[in-house]
């Protein structure tokens, strides 16, 4: 049996990048893992309407903290991440956001009674206090992801979203219903924030108006980009919370966070390239962010893929089993939100690309024009064809944004695919929806343990095809095997 030490020491064997998406993927997957298996159970036990009113306080919340962080959370990981004066621009950041945190409690409470849906749900007072926590969140959080601590960053990440998810559980099993959900989540900002506080090297240091230069050239554009991000992300739950009911919202948004199974390992890939990608592009060593970023693309289909088949085939179930009877009337607009996840590769990757090499202008022209559409789909099919609406204009305006920042990336790096490795996740992925098929046709799905087999051996099915088929990924874990110093 190996003992703790042996397995840390191993691991940290292992190849830097490797290590990093490995992490990354791990702790995405648990994270997201503790997450389903929580909303499952608030969807049984308060139900849609409770759901959809935290739900609009997240929407909220992430929209304030975008509007009034100005991109300060990308330009410190960005200067960061270069390093050259480390402390002087964590310092110029941390001021920054005190700042505007303040402006924009001001302004809070001068449109309460604009915020009219979120005020009855009774988490109007919880955004006070989650944008003043979320200043040293995202200060330590930030400084340790651009001092390229991406391990640790994700660790801090999956420390809070545990935290949270634990809190949560426990409010809402003494029922205290959306005030609960609501302080879960500020409870697990502080949890993290005092760990990841620990090991952050970055100290507060007199900064002066050329830090400040730098920092605006950079998240100005950063923050426009990061708006048109946020369209995709919480404009739709805005926009249906003020057309339909909180019961709709919930209905949306759980079907929306199940879909994003899909986007594991481009999370991690996304999370672990950026810093790295960015010191590529400083040192001018522009053919390993050429050859990271086909990789990234391969790894991150190679979930998408599968998940898109299997939930094509399963979903209905899946909602009715895993969430109950009335968040099923999301099926519709589960695929579609399925089809959301697999353009979502491409889009984060090229987008993330741009920022990465120093193109933050580029990726908010083509990020504006995106959202833009998107908000306009969002008040003509809503009102019309309800969340079902909502998935399709994201869909529409998602594949434009792919598009334009595809044409805007290949000006500055060659953007090639791994096409043979593709192939093969293709065919692994359509041979193993045959055979989930097949069983849904000979096997009565009565219950949540019926449902869960096809996606067990669905998902056995899939890894031994693709084994089978590709020999790189065979030498990948190979070569991890090797550098773990396996026997």
Not at 87 to 110: C, H, K
Not at 134 to 145: A, D, E, H, T
Not at 333 to 358: D, H, K, S
Request: proline letters at 1%.
């Amino acid at each position: 049996m190996i003992n703790r030490s042996t397995l840390v020491s191993r691991i940290m064997q292992i190849e830097t990048l490797r290590r990093h998406s490995i992490v990354t993927l791990c702790a995405t997957i648990s994270l997201t893992a503790i997450g389903f298996l929580s909303t499952m159970y608030f969807a049984h036990a308060v139900g849609e309407s409770v759901l959809g009113a935290y739900f609009l306080f997240l929407a909220y919340f992430n929209t304030l903290n975008l509007l009034f962080d100005g991109g300060l959370g990308g330009a410190a990981v960005k200067r960061i991440s270069e390093g050259r004066e480390k402390n002087e621009y964590f310092t110029a950041v941390f001021v920054l956001r005190v700042f505007l945190v303040g402006v924009s409690i001001i302004l809070l409470l001068f449109s309460r009674s604009i915020l009219e849906n979120i005020d009855r749900s009774g988490a109007y007072s919880w955004l006070f206090i989650a944008l003043i926590i979320g200043i040293f969140w995202n200060s330590v959080s930030n400084g340790n992801y651009g001092s390229g601590k991406v391990g640790l960053n994700q660790t801090c990440g999956f420390i809070n979203s545990t935290s949270c998810m634990v809190f949560q559980v426990i409010a809402i099993y003494l029922g205290f219903g959306v005030n609960g959900l609501a302080g879960g989540f500020i409870f697990g900002m502080i949890v993290a924030t005092v760990i990841g506080f620990r090991f952050l090297d970055l100290k507060l240091k007199k900064f002066n108006i050329g830090h400040l230069k730098s920092i605006f050239s950079y998240s100005f554009w950063v923050f426009l980009a990061s708006s048109g991000s946020l369209v995709f992300s919480y404009a739709d739950t805005i926009i249906i919370g003020y057309f339909l009911k909180t019961a709709d919202v919930g209905i949306y948004r759980v079907a929306f966070q199940f879909t994003t199974a899909a986007t594991f390992t481009t999370t991690a890939m996304r999370t672990v390239l950026f810093p790295k990608v960015s010191n590529w592009n400083a040192k001018g060593e522009l053919k390993m962010a050429e050859d990271a970023f086909a990789k990234g693309i391969t790894y991150s289909l190679l979930l998408a893929v599968p998940v898109f088949a299997g939930g094509i085939i399963l979903g209905d179930k899946m909602l009715y089993f895993f969430y109950g009877e009335g968040f099923a009337r999301g099926t519709q607009t589960f695929y579609v939100l399925l089809a959301v996840q697999l353009v979502n590769v491409f889009m984060f990757l090229q987008t993330m690309y741009l920022n990465a090499l120093n193109r933050p202008k580029e990726s908010f022209k083509v990020t504006a024009v995106a959202a833009t559409v998107n908000i306009v789909l969002d008040f003509m099919l809503i009102p019309v064809l309800g969340i079902l609406g909502a998935a399709v204009a994201t869909l529409i305006a998602m594949i434009l944004n792919s598009l334009l920042a595809y044409l805007t990336l290949k000006h500055t790096i060659h953007v090639r695919l791994e096409l043979r490795e593709i192939k093969n996740i293709t065919i692994a992925a359509i041979a193993m929806g045959v055979g989930v098929g097949c069983y849904r046709i000979l096997v009565h799905i009565s219950s949540i343990w019926l449902t869960l087999i096809p996606i067990i051996l669905g998902a056995i099915l899939y890894v031994l095809l693709l084994l089978i088929l590709d020999t790189n990924i065979r030498s990948e874990i190979i070569n991890i095997r090797k550098q773990m110093g396996s026997r």
